[in-house]
């Protein structure tokens, strides 16, 4: 059954990274590194977008901008984010 919800995720994914992409990451010119995204539900936390990166510059920019992000990403696809966490 984990297969499938990771499907049902894909899109979301999709969108969030696009909308990072194109609004807070454009100043990197496309490196990103080792970048990877992912909407977790978590019951005690709510949803939580994980983000895996080896680039310094990502990461501070998710950090600085975090509320905006998240603010933008619930405005533009519906998806209500608590938090980024690393991992």
């Known amino acids: 059954m ?3 919800k990771f499907f049902k995720n894909i899109k979301n994914n999709n969108k969030v990274w696009q909308i ?3 609004k807070y990451l454009n100043g990197l010119n496309g490196r990103f590194g080792n ?3 992912k909407i977790s539900q ?3 936390k709510g949803n939580l977008l ?3 990166t080896d680039n310094s510059d990502v990461s501070s920019i998710l950090q600085k901008k975090e509320s905006e992000i ?3 990403i619930h405005k533009e696809t519906g998806i209500l984010l608590s938090k980024i966490d690393f991992v």
């Open 50 to 52: 994980l983000v895996k």
């Open 42 to 44: 978590d019951s005690l």
């Open 70 to 72: 998240l603010a933008d």
């Open 35 to 37: 970048t990877v995204i």
């Open 20 to 22: 990072l992409t194109e």
């Open 2 to 4: 984990p297969m499938f």
